[in-house]
Each structure stands twice: as C-alpha cells, then as structure tokens.
C-alpha cells in the first residue's frame, strides 16, 4: 500500500514547495523558484522559518500552515 505524498507549497505565492511522505520528519531548506524566498520547513509539526526574502507585515519570520 502507498502512503499518499502532501503538498508543501510557499506561504507568499502558494507555488509547489515539494511533496512530503507521512512520517517524515526533520528540518529542510528550500527555495521557492516563483517568489525567490528560501525557507527552513519543519516536517514533523506545520511551521515554516523565513531564512532569506521580505519579511511579513507582523514583522515575524515564522509561519504555520496547515499541511
């Protein structure tokens, strides 16, 4: 049986981030190729961390999204 792969995508644009298996777990950086912002996504709970790119209106780096 095939555990189905979730849909990371960037908070500012909703451009596909990359795809992630259930039970994965750590710490990735990526660079989204549309808004040019690099992130640092936890796996194991739904928080992004904004390393490089214009910071959010609220002044903070970091983002939950449901995912």
């Known amino acids: 049986m095939m555990k ?3 849909r990371i995508e960037c908070p500012m644009c ?3 981030l990359m795809d992630k298996k259930e039970g994965a777990c ?3 950086q990526v660079k989204c190729i ?7 996504v936890e796996l194991s709970k739904p928080t992004f961390k904004l390393l490089r790119g214009k910071l959010y ?3 903070k780096g970091v983002v939950m999204v449901d995912y």
């Open 34 to 40: 549309k808004s040019k912002h690099v992130w640092e």
């Open 14 to 16: 909703g451009h596909r």
């Open 26 to 28: 750590g710490a990735v």
């Open 57 to 59: 209106p609220d002044g």
């Open 4 to 6: 189905e792969a979730k």
